[in-house]
């Protein structure tokens, strides 16, 4: 069972950028990680997923490292409108039909934005 | 057009009453999801169904039962809730079940039980 763990909060400022790590030591061949980005009284909203090395699209990268045992979310350039709640998923929906593998949400990394 | 809508949106009640919680996406998955989310902002998976067939069923109390009449719908019951029940309730969806596919969640249900 791949638990994630993620640091608790995070501080910058605006422009700069973030880098997010997750640790998820016991993750499975067949599983993903994804990120998901949580607003206040708002359902989590995907960001990003991969498998290895790294994916990029128009809002973050990630950077997964040859043992997959951790990932970094890097968020470019962040303004204040990226203040929320980060999350680390790891798991293959795939295999819980099968084997009764679990999703699992790491515990989230809050950041704050300053001006 | 919301993609995954929940209702209520708000829900107070007593010990001991039953409550739904309904969920409907429009996008056509074969999947759908509840979790629950505490004070602590923890995420944890309750249900899951693939094509109306209950896929996962965590450790939850059978006081919580899911329904779902469609693919487009999963219900939450709950019978005889407790204080411990109040958290923030959501529904998600995805395309399948298949390996990396991401999940799309609705705007959550907060249930205050007093």
């Known amino acids: 069972l791949a638990k994630t763990t993620q640091p608790i909060s995070m501080d910058s400022y605006e422009g700069q950028e973030v880098n997010i790590t997750c640790s998820h030591n016991n993750i499975a061949t067949n599983d993903y990680i994804t990120w998901y980005q949580q607003f206040p009284s708002q359902g989590p909203r995907f960001i990003i997923q991969?498998?290895?090395t790294k994916v990029t699209n128009e809002v973050a990268s990630l950077f997964i490292p040859a043992d997959r045992k951790s990932s970094t979310l890097s968020l470019p350039r962040v303004s204040l409108s990226d203040t929320a709640v980060y999350y680390c998923?790891?798991?293959?929906?795939?295999?819980?039909?099968?084997?009764?593998?679990?999703?699992?949400f790491g515990q989230g990394t809050e950041l704050s934005v300053k001006p | 057009d919301t993609a995954v809508s929940q209702t209520p949106k708000y829900l107070v009640t007593q010990m001991g009453n039953d409550k739904s919680i309904k969920c409907e996406q429009n996008l056509g998955h074969d999947t759908m999801y509840w979790y629950k989310q505490d004070s602590k902002k923890f995420l944890k998976i309750m249900f899951s169904?693939?094509?109306?067939?209950?896929?996962i069923n965590e450790t939850v109390p059978n006081r919580f039962s899911p329904k779902s009449p469609d693919k487009a719908h999963l219900n939450l019951h709950i019978n005889s809730l407790e204080l411990g029940d109040s958290a923030v309730y959501f529904c998600?969806?995805?395309?399948?079940?298949?390996?990396?596919?991401?999940?799309?969640f609705g705007p959550g249900t907060r249930l205050t039980v007093l």
């Open positions: 998600a969806s995805s395309q399948d079940l298949a390996g990396g596919t991401s999940q799309f």
């Open positions: 169904y693939n094509n109306k067939e209950l896929i």
């Open positions: 991969g498998y290895k």
């Open positions: 998923l790891v798991g293959d929906s795939g295999m819980i039909y099968n084997q009764g593998g679990k999703l699992i």
